[in-house]
T-cell receptor, first 112, second 117 residues
Framework: EAEVAQSPRYKITEKSQAVAFWCDPISGHATLYWYRQILGQGPELLVQ????????DSQLPKDRFSAERLKGVDSTLKIQPAELGDSAMYLC??????????FGPGTRLTVL | AQKITQTQPGMFVQEKEAVTLDCTYDTSDPSYGLFWYKQPSSGEMIFLIY??????QNATEGRYSLNFQKARKSANLVISASQLGDSAMYFCAMREPSGGGADGLTFGKGTHLIIQP
């Protein structure tokens, strides 16, 4: 069964360091989403891609966060520099256009 | 104002009983979708059930059903014959398509369901 892949599963970093997460969507899914889930809360959308284009990044803290999907397939989310408040689960999801979103296992980030 | 409200932070239910998880939503868009996801302690989000705003019948998927009351803007999840493996966080979410194709989900804060033997 096709799945969304994410790596790493866990990441521990010190504040002010750079960190990057990778996501490989289900093959054929043109739409890719990055969500952030702080402990005890629901996920919040950071950015949505349609193919290689950003559709919505209104909630992305652009001073330190960046996201790219250069060839319209896999995607990277970067934080530079990381802050203590960035500790969270980072979830990637993909879908066919307008379809159900399938989530990956997530990357659990701890910033010390 | 919150778009998705889940008023039950936690629930304890006896195994084999039915359980209802509450969700109310706020939107002025006539076209929207409502989702329920399950998140076990391992962290992955598992899709359970979907209800479109124009769907005439309540959605059902196995032991899961959605009690959709459009006028009240509620979309409660009903789990019949609960099992120990149902213990998890449950999130209600809404999709409101907007111009340009943006359709990210807005999630509630979740309900932590614990099934007791």
């Amino acid at each position: 069964e096709a799945e969304v892949a994410q790596s790493p599963r866990y990441k521990i970093t010190e504040k002010s360091q750079a960190v990057a997460f990778w996501c490989d969507p289900i093959s054929g899914h043109a739409t890719l989403y990055w969500y952030r889930q702080i402990l005890g809360q629901g996920p919040e959308l950071l950015v949505q891609f349609q193919d290689e284009s950003v559709v919505d990044d209104s909630q992305l803290p652009k001073d330190r966060f960046s996201a790219e999907r250069l060839k319209g397939v896999d995607s990277t989310l970067k934080i530079q520099p990381a802050e203590l408040g960035d500790s969270a689960m980072y979830l990637c999801a993909s879908s066919l256009v307008g379809g159900e979103q399938f989530f990956g296992p997530g990357t659990r980030l701890t910033v010390l | 104002a919150q778009k998705i409200t889940q008023t039950q932070p936690g629930m304890f239910v006896q195994e084999k009983e039915a359980v209802t998880l509450d969700c109310t939503y706020d939107t002025s868009d006539p076209s929207y979708g409502l989702f329920w996801y399950k998140q076990p302690s391992s962290g992955e989000m598992i899709f359970l059930i979907y209800q479109g705003s124009y769907d005439q019948q309540n959605a059902t998927e196995g032991r899961y059903s959605l009690n959709f009351q459009k006028a009240r803007k509620s979309a409660n999840l009903v789990i019949s014959a609960s099992q120990l493996g149902d213990s998890a966080m449950y999130f209600c979410a809404m999709r409101e398509p907007s111009g340009g194709g943006a359709d990210g989900l807005t999630f509630g804060k979740g309900t932590h369901l614990i099934i007791q033997p």
